[in-house]
């Protein structure tokens, strides 16, 4: 798909209904199964983040969207894939502020460059206790990344026929800081296994790239 077709998809995209719980459900992990039966009152006490999935055209002009690796370190979320993002600040308005203003500072796309498309479905992450806002943008040239060093270790760059292949999802026995040898749904893409939280949010985008196609 070129991206100029990817645009004009998109211009669907703000009135429809977001499958959320439907396609996360398809890519939750074994101990995430009572996923639905989180409290209120736990939402509503969990830290608060945004993250964006940003789409864009390659120098082919096909669609692409970006990943990072985040850094090795004493953390639950160590060495893990992820969308760019992070905990809302002082200084943001909202959480897309916050979304945006985390991808310039780790992977250096300026702000003023982002055009928001729809606020996708939020994400309660029990390990963490953060309840993540995704956001769907995109930009209308080829980016030229600058990883923030202390944080991103690599920046992935993933086809959206990658994305939307059926065979690139897996099943994989992972360890993580709090459970060993436990097998997950996944996303394998540019030989990176993408399970979790970020999978789950992957698996939204496609339905939703899949249902307006």
């Known amino acids: 798909m070129s991206f100029d077709d990817f645009v004009k998809l998109l211009s669907k995209i703000k009135n429809i209904e977001l499958p959320a719980e439907s396609s996360h459900f398809k890519m939750v992990p074994p101990t995430r199964k009572a996923f639905a039966q989180y409290s209120q009152e736990q939402l509503q006490q969990a830290k ?3 993250v964006l999935a940003l789409f864009y055209p390659n120098a082919n002009l096909q669609v692409q969207v970006v990943l990072t690796l985040r850094k090795t370190y004493k953390g639950i979320h160590s060495a893990q894939i992820s969308f760019p ?8 308005k909202n959480l897309k502020d916050t979304a945006v203003r985390e991808t310039f500072e780790e992977i250096g796309v300026p702000i003023n460059t982002v055009e928001i498309i729809k ?3 939020q ?3 029990p390990p963490s206790n ?3 806002q995704p956001f769907l943008g995109i930009l209308n040239e080829t980016p030229q990344f600058k990883k923030q060093d202390t944080e991103v270790e690599q920046v992935i ?3 959206l026929t990658d994305l939307l292949n059926d065979d690139n999802i897996i099943s994989k026995k992972i360890t993580t800081s709090y459970s060993s040898g436990i097998e997950v749904p996944a996303f394998m893409l540019n030989g990176y296994t993408v399970w979790g939280a970020t999978a789950m949010m992957l698996s939204e985008i496609k339905d939703i790239i899949k249902q307006l196609a």
């Open 85 to 92: 993002g992070g905990k809302i600040e002082p200084q943001d």
């Open 119 to 121: 606020q996708l479905s």
């Open 123 to 125: 994400i309660y992450i």
């Open 48 to 50: 608060r983040a945004g």
């Open 130 to 132: 953060f309840c993540v």
């Open 157 to 159: 760059e993933v086809k």
